[in-house]
């Protein structure tokens, strides 16, 4: 797409979402499904935006591995975020009831563990939809900083600043988009060694050069690997999560706790550890495709136009 287009829709698609968190003032809580169901009827009924996810989903995952219905899953859980996030941003964590809406299962005890250890947690969770307020819900008992991306586009860079401020104790550091790894180690390692929990997304995909290869869902991506990195660096464990919808509610469900020494072969440790954490999440989108934020990025669209085992190991 052209740049002038793209601008233009980039300014369409934030003032779309802007507008609609200006409503969450007006909308009671007792509203917030109500109003998730009017937001998930109206992204559906965008011809475009459905073919387009359900395209990807079906290039990623093969055809006939889709589970039924998973694009309509998808929107019904983007509108159930919005409307959520639209309530938190004028009202904070715990007047907009996020706290009864996501919470910890019984895992919560492998993030103890790991925060026992004293060397601070690396908390692995991909760009699922609404994985910013697992931040939200941990920096209520624990010691929580997120890694944030600065946005390109100013008027959306002011509204994500103030809707984390509404986060609560949460801490976040902001990712400058021109910034390099080696600042970007510096911070994230001042912060584990202060003991907090650092949330990083490692679903974003990166050049040959900051990068390493691995297979996601049969496709060959390159991913930076600062969660092992990190680990290796610092001694802080990593605790994967993904996010488990019901009817009512979100529970955070984490995996396990891994570890990762700077002995050895240091490059052969991140392509194997990011490798595994692949693994755990491909497992996890064949099951639940339709909470992942990414189906609609251009840049992962062009993953799955390339075609299963372009590059992959």
Known sequence: MPRPLRRIGTVLKYGAIHR???LGR???????KATANTIQSLLNSVAPLRRRVEKNMELALG????????????????????SHAGQMYHRGVVDSGLLDWMVFDDSEVILEEALSRG??????????IAHELTAAIMAR????????????????????????NTAGQCKVIFRPRRGNVA?????????LKEGNILVITPDLLAGPSDGVKVNLLGHGVNLRPGIVSLSMVTGAPVVSAFLQWEDDRVLIHCR???EYSRAGDRARTMTTGMQHWCDL??????????????????????VWQRGAGDGAK
């Open 20 to 22: 609609v968190i200006d």
């Open 281 to 302: 999440f491909s497992e996890y989108l064949r099951q639940c495709p339709g909470s992942w934020q990414f189906w609609l990025d251009r840049h992962w669209s062009g």
């Open 256 to 258: 396990e706790i891994e």
């Open 141 to 164: 008992k624990y010691p929580t900083v997120g890694l944030v991306r600065e946005s390109k586009y100013e008027p959306h860079m002011r509204v994500k600043m103030h809707y984390y």
């Open 26 to 32: 007006l909308i009671p809580v007792s509203r917030t």
């Open 119 to 128: 060397k601070g947690v690396i908390f692995a969770v991909p760009h699922l």
């Open 63 to 82: 055809p006939g591995n889709v589970p039924a219905n998973a694009s309509a899953d998808y929107f019904h859980k983007l509108g159930m975020w919005i």
């Open 183 to 191: 600042s970007d180690m510096r911070v994230c390692t001042r912060t």
